[in-house]
């Protein structure tokens, strides 16, 4: 069946750009959650959605990152004036339910890179 | 959080059981101990979950000490495509409505033929 999937899959930006990192979730999962993983590190949670709601951004490094899932569906991730420190694989994770114990599904990530 | 301690890698001849140990010591009673992998290039894989008692599935055996400061996760007959990097985690204490991840560094298993 059809997973998580992500898109683009690598994104090469110049400082300044605006960039948005596209994630299709599996049809169904309610739950969905936006990562980023610096080389050599292990993700960090940005930011969680219930359907439509964004109910934690605790983890959004900056007021630059901004993440919509507008039909409770498709969630895009926006940077704008990305910057080098942007520069890491970005991962989307869907999960069926609320439930507090259940798996997380990721995506294959979209690396960026900010030249 | 609860914190978690992995060792930054190990190696595992194929064929033969590899024993990814992790520490937990200030774990919570509620917390639930998750393994996650991530092959290169990949986004991170469930593996197995568990509270207290030990757990198992076609993938691994979990084994989780009886004071629970300590796991180990057993994947019984290592492959080549078992080689990856396998992360330790507790469930994040106040996410009850999020049950977001948090990843340390965890260790790298390299599968030796």
């Known amino acids: 069946g059809a997973g998580v999937s992500q898109s683009p899959r690598y994104k090469v930006a110049k400082r300044g750009q605006d960039v948005a990192l596209r994630c299709d979730p599996i049809?169904?999962?309610?739950?969905l959650f936006w990562y980023q993983q610096a080389l050599g590190q292990g993700p960090e949670f940005l930011t969680y959605f219930q359907n439509e709601a964004q109910l934690d951004k605790s983890g959004l490094p900056s007021d630059r990152f901004f993440a919509e899932r507008p039909e409770g569906s498709v969630s895009t991730l926006k940077i704008q004036r990305t910057q080098q420190e942007d520069s890491a694989v970005y991962l989307c994770?869907?999960?069926?339910?609320?439930?507090?114990?259940?798996?997380?599904?990721f995506g294959p990530g979209t690396r960026l890179t900010v030249l | 959080d609860a914190k978690t301690t992995q060792p930054p890698s190990m190696d595992c001849a194929e064929g033969r059981a590899a024993n990814l140990p992790c520490n937990h010591s200030t774990i919570s009673g509620n917390e639930y101990v998750y393994w996650y992998r991530q092959i290169h290039s990949q986004g991170p894989q469930y593996i197995i979950h568990g509270l207290k008692n030990n757990e198992t599935n076609e993938m691994a055996s979990l084994i989780i000490t009886e004071d629970r400061k300590s796991s180990t996760l057993i994947l019984p007959h290592a492959t080549l495509r078992d080689t990856a990097v396998y992360y330790c985690?507790?469930?994040?204490?106040?996410?009850?409505?999020?049950?977001?991840?948090?990843f340390g560094q965890g260790t790298t298993l390299q599968v030796k033929p």
């Open positions: 985690i507790v469930r994040a204490p106040g996410s009850s409505n999020t049950g977001k991840l948090i």
């Open positions: 994770a869907s999960r069926i339910e609320v439930g507090k114990y259940n798996e997380q599904f």
């Open positions: 049809s169904g999962h309610v739950s």
